[in-house]
């Protein structure tokens, strides 16, 4: 059974840096690229970033480049996301998701960052 | 840049009566098209892909139709836990961007 577990969300001031973790199992991890989507409370789904199953390529929203940051570790079966200078519209459920031909095939339950002063 | 516009935003429909969602692309998108379903704290799962190809495990009364600029998912036989979201995301334009996904339609019991 495929599982993604992420984790690494809490509430924090804006300006500041966060480390959100995806694990991942059930499936060959490093055969797929994966992505983060986020959803603000009450609101529509949006992608955030991809990585590719090698991690060589990333590709970010707009919203979100040059402040966060997609990684992996195949090693570990681990996706991860580095926040960094985070505003209030940041606030969101963070959700991994692996990429099958272009949809996105399996999801994990999010984890909630929520961005007040 | 494409954009994905869901209507309605809520949908009323008595269970066990069909609902028709659309979703409209703002240029064609061919059959690069996938609905999502997403229960209330839980993550979305994916209902169709291709447009019209149900996913693993989806039972056949959800079927998506459509190529270009519009598409439809309709649910047959409505029953209590599909009362929820659905939200449709394109994949004509890679890597992904602002327009991937639809605002999202919330199916509501009438």
């Known amino acids: 059974e495929v599982q993604l577990v992420e984790s690494g969300g809490i509430v924090l001031q804006p300006g500041g840096s966060l480390r959100l973790s995806c694990a991942a199992s059930?499936?060959?991890?490093?055969?797929?690229?994966m992505h983060w989507v986020r959803q603000a409370p009450g609101k529509g789904l949006e992608w955030v970033c991809l990585?590719?199953?090698?991690?060589?390529?990333?590709f970010y929203a707009d919203s979100v480049k040059g402040r966060f940051t997609i990684s992996r570790d195949n090693s570990r079966n681990s996706l991860y996301l580095q926040m960094n200078s985070l505003r209030t519209d940041d606030t969101a459920f963070y959700y991994c998701?692996?990429?099958?031909?272009?949809?996105?095939?399996?999801w994990g339950q999010g984890t909630l960052v929520t961005v007040s002063s | 840049e494409v954009v994905m516009t869901q209507s309605p935003a809520t949908l009323s429909v008595s269970p066990g009566q069909r609902a028709t969602l659309s979703c409209r692309a703002s240029q064609s998108i061919g059959n690069n098209l996938a609905w999502y379903q997403q229960r209330p704290g839980q993550a979305p799962r994916l209902l169709i892909y291709d447009a019209s190809t149900r996913a693993t495990g989806i039972p056949a009364r959800f079927r998506g139709s459509g190529f270009g600029t519009e598409f439809t998912l309709t649910i047959s036989s409505l029953q209590s836990e599909d009362f929820v979201v659905y939200s449709c995301q394109q994949y004509y334009t890679w890597p992904p961007g602002e327009g991937t996904f639809g605002q999202g339609t919330k199916l509501e019991i009438k």
């Open positions: 990585i590719t199953y090698d991690g060589g390529s990333t």
């Open positions: 998701t692996n990429e099958k031909h272009k949809y996105f095939e399996s």
């Open positions: 059930g499936f060959t991890f490093d055969n797929y690229a």
